[in-house]
T-cell receptor
Framework: DTAVSQTPKYLVTQMGNDKSIKCEQNLGHDTMYWYKQDSKKFLKIMFSYNNKELIINETVPNRFSPKSPDKAHLNLHINSLELGDSAVYFC????????????FGNGTRLTVT | QQQVKQSPQSLIVQKGGISIINCAYENTAFDYFPWYQQFPGKGPALLIAIRPDVSEKKEGRFTISFNKSAKQFSLHIMDSQPGDSATYFCAATNTGTASKLTFGTGTRLQVTL
């Protein structure tokens, strides 16, 4: 039973398109995140939500818009996709305290052509 | 600004050997230092973590050594096994703030037979 699930696993699209990635967690966590992992494997936080409220927004272009309809879901919508957006996007969740482990999904590999 | 520096970028170790990955941090407010393990096609998963009030933490074959004065910490994998082949990330956070992990750049470990 997958704890943090994200869909789709792969996403191939053309520049200028709009796409969404969905994430759901069944761990009962209050805090959810989006991380971006680039081709060099560098992991960088993009957003964090606590109980549907945005608490971290790391200078991400406003083409990226997270939406949290409830505390178990955090979706990521990307407008006007650019080549540089190609990466693996990971959703994660945690209890929210600083020493709470992050539970990651298996990632969505986005390729923009 | 890269707040957590990790080395080496890649590491090849023979089965049974010791794998050592080093990290250095700059922010003295960091007070929690986890290590994450990532297998290909999967999200990172918490491996082991340490607080700066102890100098060493051991869990099975995995040990974190922590040097607060030098602002450095390292992961030692004893009796390395082929199944340990993965990418390892150190990370750091200040548990008093919104839980935002800063990751190192990752070390790709390959354990050969």
């Amino acid at each position: 039973d997958t704890a943090v699930s994200q869909t789709p696993k792969y996403l191939v699209t053309q520049m200028g398109n709009d796409k969404s990635i969905k994430c759901e967690q069944n761990l009962g966590h209050d805090t959810m995140y989006w991380y971006k992992q680039d081709s060099k494997k560098f992991l960088k936080i993009m957003f964090s939500y606590n109980n549907k409220e945005l608490i971290i927004n790391e200078t991400v272009p406003n083409r990226f818009s997270p939406k949290s309809p409830d505390k178990a879901h955090l979706n990521l919508h990307i407008n006007s996709l650019e080549l540089g957006d190609s990466a693996v996007y990971f959703c994660a969740s945690s209890l929210g305290q600083g020493n709470s482990p992050l539970h990651f999904g298996n990632g969505t590999r986005l390729t923009v052509t | 600004q890269q707040q957590v520096k990790q080395s080496p970028q890649s590491l090849i170790v023979q089965k049974g050997g010791i794998s050592i990955i080093n990290c250095a941090y700059e922010n003295t407010a960091f007070d929690y230092f986890p290590w994450y393990q990532q297998f290909p096609g999967k999200g990172p998963a918490l491996l082991i973590a340490i607080r700066p009030d102890v100098s060493e933490k051991k869990e099975g074959r995995f040990t974190i050594s922590f040097n607060k004065s030098a602002k450095q910490f390292s992961l030692h994998i004893m009796d390395s096994q082929p199944g340990d082949s993965a990418t390892y990330f150190c990370a750091a956070t200040n548990t008093g703030t919104a839980s935002k992990l800063t990751f190192g750049t990752g070390t790709r470990l390959q354990v050969t037979l």
